[in-house]
C-alpha cells in the first residue's frame, strides 16, 4: 500500500461518500471528524518507506508503506520528511471540523473539507509543479460552496477569491513551463536581474496568497458569508499553498536568486501585515475585520519562511514557520465561530448594529475579542511567544521589517479595542444574560483555555512544532 492511497485516496473517497450521505448530516460529521483525527495519528505514528512493525500472522513480512505511487503518467511521493505536514493538515482538519456544529455550517461543510485535505496532500505529493498548482486549483472550486451556499446567488467575494487564484495557479504553470525550458545550469547572473520566469511565478504565488494588492477578495469574503467558513478558508488554503512555496522556493535557490528572492518574500509579509493591520483599525464591520486579520496573518507565514534564505534544505529558522501554524489556527477557528454565533443573533455586523452586544451574548463578545488579542500577539495569549521568536530571528535580518510588522499588530489590537468600545456602548441601562446555547458556550471556554495555555506554556508543544519544521525542510533520504 502507498502513501498516497492512505492519506489522499482514502480521504477523498470518504469525502465523496459522505457527500452522497449528506441529508444525515450529524452521522456524516462524526465520521468526517473521526476519520480525520485517524490520518492524522497515522501519520505521526508510522514511517513511509520502513517496516512497520505489525504483523497480522507471524509468517507474514513486516508491512511497509511505499511512498511512491504512479497515477495518470505522474509520480507522487509522500516521504517521511512530509510527515509533518500531513500531521498538520489532518489534525488542522479534524480541529474545524469539531467546531462546525455550534458554528450551524452548511452541511457540505465536513465532506467538502475532508476533501480539500486529500487534494491537498496530492499537490504536495505531486513531483511536477504544474500538477500540485492545479490540484490547488480544483481545492478552491471545491471550497466556494464552503463560503457561497449552494441554492443561493454567488457571492462577490467569492467570485473575486476564485478569480484571482485560479489566474495565480495558471501563471504559476506558465513559470514553471518557462523555467523548465531554460538551459540546464541558467540562474540569476547580477548583470542581467533576476530572470522573467521567477517573476512570473513570484506574481503567481502572490495572486494565490492575496498579496498586497490582491487581497481584496478577504474582507469581502468574511462580510459576505458564514464567519466561520470564512475563516477556515483563509487558514487551510495559504497553509497548503505556503507549503508549496517553501518547496518552489527550495527547488529553485539558484546561486544568486536565493537571497534575492527571500527579501521579496520578507517584503511581501511586511506588506500585507501592514496592510491587514492598519485596514483592521479603521474598519466598521466586524467579518471584514477578521478578513483584515486574516491578510495580516498571512503577512506573519511569509515572514517566517524568510528566514529559510540559505541555499539548501536543513535550515533550524524553518522550525518557527511551523510553530505559528497551531496559534493562528486557533485564533482564526475561535474568531470565526464567536463571530458566527454573533451573527446568529445579531444579523448584521457593522458596529453600528451592535452596540451593547455585549450584554445579550457575554461569552462569544469576549472570546472574539480574546481571539483578535491573541492574533495581535498580546502577552499571555497563544500567539505572543512564536511572534517574539519570529521578530527575535527577523530583527538580526532586517530591523525595518520588524518595526512594520510591530505597526501592522498595533492595528489588530487597536481594532479589538474599538470593538470592545462598541460592545459595550449602549444608551439604555442592560442587564447581563447569556444567550448562546450549551454547546456553544463549552466550545467557546474550551478554545479560550487552548488560547491562554498555549501562551501561558509555550514549551508545551513549540518544540514538537519546530522540530515538525526542521523534519520538513530537512534533506529527503
Keep these: 500500500m502507498t502513501a498516497l492511497v492512505i492519506w489522499s485516496i482514502f480521504p477523498g473517497a470518504v469525502a465523496f461518500i459522505l457527500y452522497s450521505l449528506r441529508r444525515w448530516a450529524q452521522a456524516v460529521y462524526w465520521t468526517a471528524v473521526i476519520a480525520a483525527l485517524l490520518l492524522a495519528w497515522l501519520a505521526w505514528q508510522f514511517p513511509i518507506g520502513e517496516p512497520i512493525p505489525i504483523r497480522l500472522w507471524t509468517v507474514l513480512p513486516a508491512l511497509r508503506i511505499q511512498a511512491t505511487q504512479l497515477l495518470f503518467g505522474g509520480r507522487f511521493t509522500l516521504d517521511n520528511s512530509m510527515r509533518p505536514a500531513l500531521v498538520l ?60 451556499a ?20 495558471c501563471l504559476i504553470i506558465f513559470a514553471d513551463g518557462l523555467i523548465t525550458a531554460l538551459p540546464s545550469g541558467s540562474g540569476a547572473d547580477p548583470t542581467t536581474g533576476i530572470p522573467a520566469s521567477i517573476l512570473i511565478l513570484a506574481l503567481g504565488f502572490s ?17 459576505e458569508s458564514n464567519p466561520y467558513a470564512a475563516a477556515f478558508v483563509f487558514f487551510l488554503l495559504p497553509l497548503g499553498i505556503s507549503f508549496l512555496a517553501l518547496e518552489v ?60 534564505d540559505q541555499l539548501g ?8 514557520y511551523f510553530a505559528q501554524m497551531a496559534p493562528q489556527g486557533l485564533g482564526l477557528a475561535l474568531w470565526g465561530l464567536a463571530l458566527r454565533i ?33 492574533l495581535a500577539g498580546l502577552p499571555l495569549l497563544a500567539s505572543f511567544p512564536i511572534n517574539v521568536a519570529l521578530w527575535s530571528a527577523l530583527i538580526q535580518k532586517s ?29 439604555e441601562p442592560n442587564r447581563w444574560r447569556i444567550s448562546e446555547d450549551r454547546i456553544q458556550i463549552t466550545l467557546l471556554v474550551a478554545g479560550v483555555v487552548m488560547l491562554t495555555l498555549a501562551g501561558i506554556f509555550p514549551q508545551a508543544y513549540l518544540p514538537t512544532m519546530a522540530n515538525l519544521g526542521i523534519i520538513f525542510a530537512g534533506p529527503t533520504p
Excluded: C
Excluded at 449552494?150 to 478569480?163: K, Q, Y
Excluded at 534544505?313 to 518557527?320: D, E, F, Q
Excluded at 443573533?345 to 451593547?356: A, C, H, M, N, V
Design 399 to 427: 530591523q525595518s521589517a520588524v518595526l512594520l510588522s510591530l505597526v501592522g499588530n498595533l492595528g489588530l489590537f487597536a481594532a479589538a479595542l474599538r470593538t470592545l468600545a462598541v460592545m459595550l456602548q449602549s444608551s
Design 89 to 148: 493538515i489532518y489534525a488542522s482538519i479534524a480541529f474545524w471540523l469539531g467546531g462546525s456544529g455550534a458554528a450551524r455550517t452548511h452541511r457540505l461543510f465536513a465532506p467538502l473539507g475532508l476533501g480539500i485535505a486529500a487534494l491537498f496532500t496530492a499537490a504536495l505529493a505531486s513531483e511536477t509543479l504544474p500538477s500540485s498548482a492545479f490540484l490547488f486549483a480544483l481545492a478552491a472550486f471545491i471550497s466556494v460552496p464552503l463560503v457561497s
Design 150 to 169: 449552494p441554492g443561493e446567488p454567488t457571492r462577490r467575494g467569492a467570485l473575486r477569491f476564485l478569480s484571482y487564484l485560479v489566474s495565480g495557479v
Design 313 to 320: 534544505r536543513a535550515t533550524p529558522l524553518i522550525g518557527v
Design 207 to 223: 495572486l494565490t496568497l492575496a498579496v498586497v494588492p490582491f487581497h481584496t477578495w478577504a474582507p469581502m469574503l468574511a462580510e
Design 249 to 308: 522556493l527550495i527547488r529553485y535557490s539558484l546561486p544568486g536568486l536565493a537571497p534575492a528572492m527571500f527579501v521579496v518574500v520578507r517584503y511581501a509579509g511586511v506588506l500585507m501585515t501592514l496592510a491587514g493591520g492598519v485596514g483592521a483599525a479603521f474598519e466598521r464591520h466586524l467579518g471584514r475585520i477578521l478578513g483584515f486579520a486574516a491578510i495580516a496573518q498571512i503577512g506573519m507565514m511569509l515572514l517566517a519562511l524568510s528566514l529559510n
Design 342 to 374: 454573533l451573527g446568529y443573533y445579531e444579523p448584521d455586523l457593522d458596529f453600528r448594529s451592535l452596540q451593547g452586544v455585549a450584554y445579550r451574548l457575554p461569552v462569544a463578545s469576549a472570546v472574539l475579542l480574546l481571539a483578535n488579542l491573541s
